[in-house]
């Protein structure tokens, strides 16, 4: 399983980031895929899942500002970040729901003006 992360960077608040995932060595389209973060000091927690089956589901800090979706065909899930806030600043990471290894380096997402 490969996993990489990327679209992170430094925006204001109230800009929007959108990240992308690209994976390798399982079969994608059969997975559910979540979007995960670990601000400074804190546990990683789960931001977004899109199943395998179409259901989606947030953390309800981050309804109505991010949307989740994925490209079976390219194997890449994706994160669009809207409304960005100071408190959604950490590292993001892309997984398969469940796994608990194999997180990889994550991206960066820092909100601060």
């Known amino acids: 399983v490969q996993l990489q992360a990327s679209g992170g960077g430094l925006v204001q608040p109230g800009g929007f980031l959108r990240l992308s995932c690209a994976t390798s060595g399982f079969s994608f389209h059969l997975k559910n895929m979540g979007w995960y973060r670990q601000a400074p000091g804190k546990q990683r927690e789960m931001v977004a899942v899109s199943q395998a089956r179409g259901n989606i589901y947030y953390a309800d800090s981050v309804k109505d500002r991010f949307i989740i979706s994925r490209v079976n065909a390219e194997n890449t899930l994706y994160l669009q970040m809207n409304n960005l806030k100071p408190d959604d600043t950490a590292v993001y990471y892309c997984?398969?729901?469940?796994?608990?290894?194999?997180w990889g380096q994550g991206t960066l997402v820092t909100v601060s003006s």
């Open positions: 997984n398969v729901e469940g796994r608990t290894e194999g």
